[in-house]
Every structure is written in structure tokens, then in C-alpha cells.
């Protein structure tokens, strides 16, 4: 099974790299962003408790968003493997979905880390916040307050694969098609 960390900033560009992965090796995307959006759409109490700390740019916590992943490993028990966006997000995470994998017999292949600059995120997530309606996209001063609590928080989990030697960076700014070679050339060595 291969179970990718596609690891970086917000608006670094793992969704969309995320996508070719799914369409070139069959994985199952699993966004934390798109759990808890999915929880905000249907109106349940977690999606309105993570609403409003989405909208604020915080994190939602750590044992909800375990539970998330528990559940949709287990209703995908025979995918060729996940591909972790946005998530792990602090090296407890990463501890824990380590653990939460290992009881269910798996482990993260690897993580591979977009690395952009923080004024071109700002300006990437302004754009996508124009064209997605996104609140967290739209907001200079939130988007500042998410780049600063992952480079705060958020970053230090490369350090934890980097320990276990499952870490690999590229450069996240140039065209699609070369960031996705580049990840494709990584995935080979796995």
C-alpha cells in the first residue's frame, strides 16, 4: 500500500497535485480539509464547531480529525493506498495517524514536501479565495495567521519523517506538470 504525506502550506499546491496522484496511481484522497468541509456542509455540530475555528484560521482538534481519517481508512480497506493532505499537521498528529496506521497493519510510505515562499501563498490563496468563496481564502489577515501557525506548527512534522528517513522536499513554485514529475520521480523510488 502506498500512503503518501503530501506535505506544505496552505495554497502550496497539494490539492492540485493531489488529483494527478489520484488519476496516475489509483489512491484515495484524503483531505482533512475536505472531511471537515464535508462535516460544515452537512450542518453537523463537528462541521459547525470546525467552521468557526476554520474561519478563524485555528486547527480543529487533534482526536476529531483522527476519528475522520480512522473512519474513511476503514470504509476504503481495499485501496491501492491514501494520499494525507493537509494533515499530518503537528508531530502529535503525525505520532498518532503513525499509530493509527500501524493498528490497521500500514505506515506512511513517505512525505513529500511543496516548498513555496510565503508572499507567493498569499497570493495564491487571495486568488483561490476569489474564485472558491472560501472565507479562510479571502481574508489577508487570516491567511497570514494560517502561513504563520504552520510555519510555527506545522513544519517541525517534516523533522519527525526526516527521523525515519521518509522525507523528500521539492520546489512547489513552476508549472504543474514539473512539480508532478518531480513527485512522480519520488513515488518511483518507493
Known amino acids: 500500500m502506498l500512503n503518501l504525506v503530501l506535505f506544505g502550506p496552505p495554497g502550496a499546491g497539494k490539492g492540485t497535485q493531489s488529483q494527478k496522484l489520484?488519476?496516475?496511481?489509483?489512491?484515495?484522497?484524503?483531505?482533512?480539509?475536505?472531511?471537515?468541509?464535508?462535516?460544515?456542509?452537512?450542518g453537523t455540530k463537528l462541521g459547525l464547531e470546525a467552521k468557526?475555528?476554520?474561519?478563524?484560521?485555528?486547527?480543529?482538534?487533534?482526536?476529531?480529525?483522527?476519528?475522520?481519517?480512522?473512519?474513511?481508512?476503514?470504509?476504503?480497506?481495499?485501496?491501492k493506498g491514501f494520499i494525507f493532505d493537509g494533515f499530518p499537521r503537528t508531530v502529535a498528529q503525525a505520532e498518532a495517524l503513525d499509530s493509527l496506521l500501524e493498528s490497521k497493519q500500514s505506515a506512511i510510505s513517505g512525505m513529500i514536501a511543496l516548498v513555496v515562499n510565503d508572499d507567493e501563498l498569499e497570493h495564491r490563496l487571495l486568488l483561490r479565495g476569489k474564485d472558491s468563496g472560501r472565507p479562510d481564502d479571502a481574508n489577508p489577515e487570516v491567511i497570514r495567521k494560517r502561513i504563520k501557525e504552520y510555519n510555527d506548527k506545522t513544519a517541525p512534522v517534516a523533522d519527525f519523517y526526516q527521523a525515519q528517513h521518509k522525507l523528500k522536499s521539492i520546489n512547489g513554485i513552476g508549472?504543474?506538470?514539473?512539480?508532478?514529475?518531480?513527485?512522480?520521480?519520488?513515488?518511483?523510488?518507493?
Open 22 to 42: 489520484i488519476e496516475k496511481y489509483g489512491l484515495i484522497h484524503l483531505s482533512t480539509g475536505d472531511l471537515l468541509r464535508g462535516e460544515i456542509s452537512q
Open 52 to 79: 468557526k475555528l476554520m474561519d478563524e484560521g485555528a486547527l480543529v482538534p487533534d482526536a476529531v480529525v483522527i476519528g475522520m481519517i480512522s473512519n474513511k481508512l476503514d470504509a476504503n480497506k481495499e485501496a
Open 175 to 190: 508549472s504543474i506538470e514539473d512539480i508532478f514529475g518531480a513527485i512522480t520521480g519520488i513515488i518511483q523510488s518507493y
